[in-house]
């Protein structure tokens, strides 16, 4: 093959690599939550997250949100998909909330079951409400 067309070839390789780089959604991480800032009293049961939280007026106000996207993955909590409803208190106990931060012990496949600790990202306190702003 001659010297122009390899050049011909690597710049069309480029070309499409290119394409495709621009063509593929970049998905970008959720900012860390912010709640914990104006919130107290947090708390979970299964997979929602409780807490009372300031309003714009200063008020305190009762409020929940079920987590979305956290899932036990052979004993570890992971983010995967942030548009399904979170099941790790499926096959995790002694689940708690510390700020923006959840833990718990998470069984393995092998049965054991093992300490993890994941970040919860996404979740403001919007005038005593708790909402996800940003995807996991």
Not at 40 to 48: A, K, M, P, T, Y
Not at 84 to 94: D, M, P, R, V
Not at 110 to 121: D, E, P, S, Y
């Amino acid at each position: 093959m001659k010297l122009g067309k390899w050049i011909s070839a690597i710049a069309a390789l480029l070309f499409a690599f290119s394409v495709a780089i621009i063509a593929s959604p970049l998905t970008a991480a959720a900012a860390p939550s912010s709640y914990q800032l104006t919130c107290s009293g947090i708390s979970l049961r299964e997979n929602v997250l409780s807490a009372t939280c300031r309003t714009r007026n200063q008020s305190l106000n009762s409020t929940s949100i079920t987590l979305r996207g956290i899932e036990n993955i052979d004993g570890t909590l992971k983010v995967l998909n942030p548009q399904k409803i979170a099941n790790f208190n499926l096959t995790c106990a002694n689940t708690s909330v510390t700020g923006d931060q959840l833990s718990g012990k998470c069984r393995k496949m092998n049965g054991a079951f093992v300490q993890t600790l994941t970040g919860i990202n996404g979740i403001e306190n919007i005038d005593g409400v708790l909402k996800y702003t940003s995807q996991a």
